[in-house]
């Protein structure tokens, strides 16, 4: 049999956490990925950490997050309220594209959580912004309604104990549907550029 990852076992150093994740079958959805989508961006006390839901079809082709039109409207929006590119990591909630681009199951999410939470420890990000009501509700572990989550500054710690805070918006994917929400994404999307990160001088 081939050996596969653990995703019980993660590892602490930021390249074989790449490594470990690329070749991951700890769910079902490793059998219909091209590649796994790890992120991509600045590594390193990034300004911004941005959570997606899932790879999809670009991305899973590219390897990349955010490769199609979902991604073309995040980066406009953050462009617009002047957050640099260079300044964020983009990542998702599970690393592989769900075929179809459906939903990913709740067993995906929980077998894949793990590597989102190490990312975070290693990354130690000013801020995170939850794009939609999946990565919300994972990172904050609640199953409240994503507009009560909305709209808040919250906090998560790191494994080692860092309080990062956290801001939910809509998914770009859902805004691309309905334009309407924009404004309050903006809304959100000030309320965390505004906030000033207790770690930020580590
Ligand atoms: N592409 C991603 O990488 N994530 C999403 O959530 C949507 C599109």
Redesign the pocket.
Known sequence: LPEVADARIVPDVWEALQDHIAVCAACGLHAGRSQT?FGTGAADSPEWLLV?????E??DRMG?????R??ALLEAMLSSIGVQKSTVF????VKCRPLGNRTPRSEEIDACLPYLRRQITLLKPRRILA??KL?AQALLATDSDFEALRGHVHHIDSEDGLAIPLVVTY???ALLLRPQHKADAWQDLNLARAVVAEHAAL
């Open positions: 989508v997606g839901e899932a790879p999809g670009h991305d990349l997050p955010f490769q199609g979902p991604g983009f990542t998702n909630l794009l939609g990565a998914h770009p994917a």
